[in-house]
């Protein structure tokens, strides 16, 4: 009570830091008519002029209003665009060691060049840290001409780089790359025979975007460069065709159970167990194929890798699916990144997994690994002299940034408000009827012109959605970890009136859908154009982009709910963006894979019990 009085009267933490830091706003404010006075060269020669004084004593913190007001002047010069009031606040908050939560939409990866700047002027180098390469070399890219312009330099770490080029970009003042590449560099560095040989800087500043995933989701993942160990690939065949010859143990209360099978599976712990019969009959399937001697045991000490074995081709055949987990492409398992939805390319799960999954898949099975240097995200980026991140869905995780990485969260309040509708969840009985209501509802949206995002959880999904809709007649793109080349274009032209789209978790981070296309993308596709045919693609646009507004904005459907809440409301911000109209529902039915395992077939029971017709769904904002 006595706490609740008080956050009235003093406002609550968040509300007292962005109170302190809109003092510092308005001085960046008033300094905004000075800026302007300055010719190009003046205000390049500012970033000197900063280093000298840092140089001389000056603590970086007294820099902030005057190299804050340098961005946006510089911003409004290079790129037409001037930050906003609450992109200064974003830009104050990461510099504070602190996690910024902005809504999906205010424009993070402008927000960021003003910390990047501040703190590259100390010449130690920032790291900013995105979700994978395709955003790396995106926001680098983009980002390059304001920074050259201030005189600073701009690196781009991607793997497979040579060791020299790495050196090059690390030594510049502001590096753009993925987690996954700093953390296996910081390995090799550690491997290095010789200083020479090492490609980073000491670790300064991190600035890592959707820091939720990075820092919480892949927290504990480890990195790991490993060696060749043993090769056992024929073992892995051989016990490979064994499996199919299991029978899955399902639940007494389910519709398909048939007494005691061989094996039981957790799906919420991703874990498989052979039952007594199944023992049983692995025994005698592992003598018949002479693998093992008559009357041995399989939990017997001599055969511990026999069982390593069995336990990793049960896995690969019972929890790993592919188009869902991983794809084969060019005879090579490659897995799919669950946060994500993009290719792992070089990356293999360990524990001989990879291998069963190789066998099961029939391509050729590459050696086992044995570790040779490890390190998980969470003990990585702890080694950072100064921390922070971004991301539009942090709130949530506030307890896990304070307690792991000492970072406080502030909430950064919006540009404009939100004004998008978020729909309650429908729920089918069976998938083949959610499929059917998802299809009418984008012929619905789709013949008022509004665009339709939908998202999904899978490849496999993905293309289970775009074979309806093609058969529908109802054309569409696909963007999944299959035609990621394609993500640029695809997603720029997402958002034109009566579009369709389908994307797993690809489109959830990162990704911006303008209202009515991109004309930037129609611009560049042209060579040497025209004002007047820049002039002309503008108009049109905002033509389009004021339909798409008129017919509601951008539609969000999500075929499925993730486990992980912001994997949701990323995909969910994808809509709604800068005050835009928008709306979004997720439509679920009681075969999906997370009401499997948190919903029992009781549930389905009683819901046919209740008389629910096909086609009919439940609506209630419960269940969302």
Same mark, same amino acid.
Request: charged fraction near 25%.
């Given at each position: 009570?006595?706490?609740?009085?008080?956050?009235?009267?003093?406002?609550?933490?968040?509300?007292?830091?962005?109170?302190?830091?809109?003092?510092?706003?308005?001085?960046?404010?008033?300094?905004? !008519?000075?800026?302007?006075?300055? #010719?190009?060269?003046?205000?390049?020669?500012?970033?000197?002029?900063?280093? $000298?004084?840092?140089?001389?004593?000056?603590?970086?913190?007294?820099?902030?209003?005057?190299?804050?007001?340098?961005?946006?002047?510089?911003?409004?010069?290079?790129?037409?665009?001037?930050?906003?009031?609450?992109?200064?606040?974003?830009?104050?908050?990461?510099?504070?060691?602190?996690?910024?939560?902005?809504?999906?939409?205010?424009?993070?990866?402008?927000?960021?060049?003003?910390?990047?700047?501040?703190?590259?002027?100390?010449?130690?180098?920032?790291?900013?840290?995105?979700?994978?390469?395709?955003?790396?070399?995106?926001?680098?890219?983009?980002?390059?001409?304001?920074?050259?312009?201030?005189?600073?330099?701009?690196?781009?770490?991607?793997?497979?780089?040579?060791?020299?080029?790495?050196?090059?970009?690390?030594?510049?003042?502001?590096?753009?790359?993925?987690?996954?590449?700093?953390?296996?560099?910081?390995?090799?560095?550690?491997?290095?025979?010789?200083?020479?040989?090492?490609?980073?800087?000491?670790?300064?500043?991190?600035?890592?975007?959707?820091?939720?995933?990075?820092?919480?989701?892949?927290?504990?993942? !480890?990195?790991?460069?490993?060696?060749?160990?043993?090769?056992?690939?024929?073992?892995?065949?051989?016990?490979?065709?064994?499996?199919?010859?299991?029978?899955?143990?399902?639940?007494?209360?389910?519709?398909?159970?048939?007494?005691?099978?061989?094996?039981?599976?957790?799906?919420?712990?991703?874990?498989?167990?052979?039952?007594?019969?199944?023992?049983?009959?692995?025994?005698?399937?592992?003598?018949?194929?002479?693998?093992?001697?008559?009357?041995? #045991?399989?939990?017997?000490?001599?055969?511990?890798?026999?069982?390593?074995?069995?336990? $990793?081709?049960?896995?690969?055949?019972?929890?790993?699916?592919?188009?869902?987990?991983?794809?084969?492409?060019?005879?090579?398992?490659?897995?799919?990144?669950?946060?994500?939805?993009?290719?792992?390319?070089?990356?293999?799960?360990?524990?001989?997994?990879?291998?069963?999954?190789?066998?099961?898949?029939?391509?050729?099975?590459?050696?086992?690994?044995?570790?040779?240097?490890?390190?998980?995200?969470?003990?990585?980026?702890?080694?950072?002299?100064?921390?922070?991140?971004?991301?539009?869905?942090?709130?949530?995780?506030?307890?896990?940034?304070?307690?792991?990485?000492?970072?406080? &969260?502030?909430?950064?309040?919006?540009?404009?408000?939100?004004?998008?509708?978020?729909?309650?969840?429908?729920?089918?009985?069976?998938?083949?009827?959610?499929?059917?209501?998802?299809?009418?509802?984008?012929?619905?949206?789709?013949?008022?012109?509004?665009?339709?995002?939908?998202? &999904?959880?899978?490849?496999?999904?993905?293309?289970?959605?775009?074979?309806?809709? &093609?058969?529908?007649?109802?054309?569409?793109?696909?963007?999944?970890?299959?035609?990621?080349?394609?993500?640029?274009?695809?997603?720029?032209?997402?958002?034109?009136?009566?579009?369709?789209?389908?994307?797993?978790?690809?489109?959830?981070?990162?990704?911006?859908?303008?209202?009515?296309?991109?004309?930037?993308?129609?611009?560049?596709?042209?060579?040497?154009?025209?004002?007047?045919?820049?002039?002309?693609?503008?108009?049109?646009?905002?033509?389009?982009?004021?339909?798409?507004?008129?017919?509601?904005?951008?539609?969000?459907? =999500?075929?499925?709910?993730?486990?992980?809440?912001?994997?949701?409301?990323?995909?969910?911000?994808?809509?709604?963006?800068?005050?835009?109209?928008? #709306?979004?529902?997720?439509?679920?039915?009681?075969?999906?894979?997370?009401?499997?395992?948190?919903?029992?077939?009781?549930?389905?029971?009683?819901?046919?019990?209740?008389?629910?017709?096909? =086609?009919?769904?439940?609506?209630? !904002?419960?269940?969302?």
């Amino acid at each position: 009570m006595l706490i609740k009085l008080l956050t009235k009267v003093f406002g609550s933490r968040n509300d007292r830091t962005l109170r302190r830091m809109r003092k510092v706003v308005n001085i960046i404010n008033a300094m905004e !008519p000075e800026m302007e006075k300055l #010719s190009d060269e003046e205000l390049k020669g500012k970033t000197a002029e900063f280093r $000298a004084r840092l140089e001389k004593g000056e603590v970086l913190e007294n820099l902030i209003p005057e190299a804050f007001a340098v961005v946006r002047e510089a911003s409004k010069r290079v790129f037409g665009m001037r930050h906003f009031d609450v992109q200064l606040l974003g830009g104050m908050v990461l510099n504070e060691r602190c996690i910024a939560e902005m809504r999906t939409g205010e424009g993070k990866t402008l927000t960021a060049t003003l910390p990047a700047y501040l703190n590259a002027l100390t010449g130690k180098g920032v790291h900013v840290v995105t979700v994978n390469d395709y955003l790396a070399q995106r926001d680098a890219e983009n980002n390059r001409p304001l920074f050259e312009f201030l005189g600073l330099t701009v690196g781009i770490n991607l793997p497979g780089m040579p060791a020299p080029a790495k050196r090059e970009a690390y030594a510049a003042d502001i590096t753009y790359g993925t987690n996954n590449e700093y953390g296996f560099d910081y390995l090799r560095d550690n491997m290095a025979f010789s200083p020479e040989e090492r490609v980073q800087r000491k670790l300064h500043y991190a600035l890592v975007d959707e820091v939720d995933s990075i820092l919480i989701d892949e927290a504990r993942t !480890p990195l790991i460069i490993s060696g060749p160990a043993e090769d056992s690939s024929e073992m892995y065949k051989r016990v490979n065709k064994i499996i199919p010859h299991l029978i899955r143990q399902e639940k007494e209360d389910s519709e398909t159970f048939q007494g005691e099978g061989h094996f039981s599976v957790d799906e919420k712990s991703r874990q498989v167990n052979l039952t007594e019969r199944g023992l049983v009959l692995i025994e005698e399937l592992l003598v018949k194929e002479g693998i093992m001697d008559e009357g041995e #045991s399989l939990y017997s000490p001599a055969n511990i890798m026999l069982m390593h074995h069995v336990t $990793a081709a049960l896995r690969a055949h019972a929890l790993f699916t592919r188009d869902v987990d991983y794809i084969v492409k060019d005879g090579e398992v490659i897995i799919v990144d669950e946060h994500t939805g993009r290719t792992m390319q070089g990356r293999r799960w360990s524990d001989g997994l990879h291998q069963a999954v190789e066998a099961k898949e029939g391509v050729q099975i590459q050696n086992e690994n044995q570790t040779l240097a490890s390190i998980t995200f969470q003990n990585y980026f702890r080694l950072y002299e100064k921390l922070a991140g971004m991301t539009g869905t942090a709130d949530t995780e506030a307890f896990e940034f304070s307690s792991i990485y000492k970072l406080d &969260t502030v909430v950064v309040p919006t540009n404009r408000p939100m004004i998008r509708k978020d729909l309650p969840d429908l729920v089918y009985m069976t998938e083949a009827e959610k499929i059917q209501a998802i299809i009418e509802d984008i012929k619905e949206r789709t013949a008022k012109g509004q665009p339709v995002l939908v998202g &999904t959880i899978s490849i496999e999904k993905s293309e289970l959605v775009s074979n309806e809709l &093609t058969k529908a007649g109802i054309k569409h793109n696909v963007l999944n970890a299959k035609f990621h080349a394609n993500e640029a274009a695809i997603v720029a032209q997402a958002g034109y009136p009566a579009a369709v789209t389908i994307a797993t978790n690809m489109a959830g981070r990162g990704t911006d859908i303008v209202l009515g296309g991109s004309w930037q993308a129609e611009v560049a596709a042209l060579e040497n154009p025209t004002a007047e045919q820049i002039e002309k693609i503008k108009a049109d646009w905002q033509v389009r982009h004021d339909a798409v507004l008129e017919a509601g904005g951008l539609h969000i459907i =999500g075929t499925e709910r993730h486990e992980s809440r912001r994997i949701d409301n990323q995909l969910r911000g994808r809509s709604g963006r800068q005050g835009d109209a928008g #709306s979004s529902r997720f439509y679920l039915s009681m075969e999906d894979a997370l009401m499997r395992i948190f919903a029992s077939d009781r549930v389905s029971g009683m819901m046919r019990k209740l008389g629910m017709k096909p =086609g009919e769904a439940i609506e209630h !904002p419960w269940v969302t």
